[in-house]
Nanobody, 121 residues
Framework: QVQLVESGGGLVQAGGSLTLSCAAS????????MAWYLRVPGKQRELVAA???????NYADSVKGRFTMSRDNAKNTVHLQMNGLKPEDTGVYYC???????????????WGQGTQVTVSS
């Protein structure tokens, strides 16, 4: 069983900062790419940021220069530092991890339960 537990969401004023964290736990061999997605009511989840196991990052154009994603492979944890928050950043943020359960198994996606971020204007 693999679990992703997110934390760090909350209410913040525009221009403020929040840091989201996602920790993977359970029985698995490794995590590969981990990512954050944003779901806004009425829309599908959209990729916000992703980081490979080697630390290479990819960001949505809307957050470049404001958000920074990092990871601690030893703790199977990723963080999303969000600065200069805007009202349009409001929504539920989900963590996704590509997980290899054993050394020989294929990758499988796991999702966290989501954490709410609300940015007031």
């Amino acid at each position: 069983q693999v679990q992703l537990v997110e934390s760090g969401g909350g209410l913040v004023q525009a221009g403020g900062s929040l840091t989201l964290s996602c920790a993977a736990s359970g029985s698995f061999f490794s995590t590969e790419t981990m990512a954050w997605y944003l779901r806004v009511p009425g829309k599908q989840r959209e990729l916000v940021a992703a980081i490979s196991s080697a630390g290479n990052t990819n960001y949505a154009d809307s957050v470049k220069g404001r958000f920074t994603m990092s990871r601690d492979n030893a703790k199977n944890t990723v963080h999303l530092q969000m600065n200069g928050l805007k009202p349009e950043d409001t929504g539920v943020y989900y963590c996704k991890a590509e997980v290899r359960r054993t050394a020989l198994s294929t990758l499988r996606d796991y999702w966290g339960q989501g954490t709410q971020v609300t940015v007031s204007s």
